[in-house]
């Protein structure tokens, strides 16, 4: 039986994929915030008591570097192994925002946390033949997007910088993971088009609307959405690769991409001390 962690996989394209690993009879750690909303999940896969004796829900709140850490350590006190990282938590905020650590909610949640999974997360990926992260950060972002000196955008955030800096980032992740686990299957991954999720997040009334519309006229099912990351997981190449839904991309390369990704390591856990 394989081990899949799902992050943000109380709803949207999360749950899918949880619902859709439970149904195929893995174990499946979901973890987000909303305790209800994992029940939600487990009566969409209910009928079948052993999908349910399958899952597992962890409480976090994954802007927060200490949640991020306690469920890290949870896991490997608890799992001798993941086959399967997928990483899909959302909060979009078009606003800086500063949590009750201090630290700027966004580059946590898309960024650091995400960082904290996969480094912290590395020997349990090692313990299988074919491990596999699928980060949903969308590939593509241009390669100088990162601000080393002020990667929590205090001198200036706009949701456009925000977002390009943490999907460059997330792609420069995939560079640390793979050099440290050549075996690793590594995938930045973003729907073809819009998915009809539930958008969570502190957003103005305009993006608010047009997620609501376009979502509602133009968009995926996540059930519908899901399914080129099922097969990633289901036969994982080693290696890094970028995709929009079933199509693979090339990935955003620089002459100094094995320097960025080293500098980025540095800044953060500078950041974490
Ligand atoms: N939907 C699209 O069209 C689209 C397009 C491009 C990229 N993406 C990417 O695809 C991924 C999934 O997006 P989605 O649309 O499926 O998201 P979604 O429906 O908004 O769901 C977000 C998930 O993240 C969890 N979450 C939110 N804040 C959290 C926090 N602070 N700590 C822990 N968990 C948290 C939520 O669970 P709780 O409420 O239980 O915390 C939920 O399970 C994201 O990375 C997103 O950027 C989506």
Known sequence: MRTIVITGGTDGMGAALARHFLRAGDHVVVIGRSRAKFDALLTTVAGDDQSAARAEFLAADLSSVTDS??????????????????????????????????????????????????????ALLRAVERPVIVNTAVPGAR?????????????????????????????????LAT??????????????????????????????????VLGTLLGQHP?????????????????????????????????HDDEDAARLATAVEDELC
């Open 69 to 122: 850490r306690r469920v890290v350590e949870h896991l490997r006190a608890n799992h001798e192994r993941i086959d399967a990282l997928a990483l899909a938590a959302s909060f979009i905020r078009q606003r800086r925002h500063i949590t009750a650590e201090g630290r700027e909610a966004s580059w946590v949640l898309f960024f650091v946390s995400k960082y904290l999974f996969v480094t912290g997360l590395a």
């Open 143 to 175: 390669a100088d997007a990162i601000d080393f000196d002020d990667l929590e955008m205090r001198g200036g955030f706009t949701f456009a910088r925000s977002n390009a800096q943490q999907r460059r980032a997330n792609e420069l992740l995939g560079i």
């Open 179 to 212: 050099n440290e686990n050549p075996d690793l299957a590594y995938v930045t991954w973003g729907p073809a088009r819009l998915v009809r999720t539930s958008f969570a997040g502190e957003v103005g009334t305009g993006m608010k609307v047009a997620a609501a």
């Open 223 to 255: 059930d519908t959405a899901v399914r080129p990351i099922i097969d990633i997981i289901d036969a994982p190449a080693s290696g890094r690769a970028a995709y929009r839904g079933a199509k693979k991309l090339t990935l955003t390369v620089s002459d």
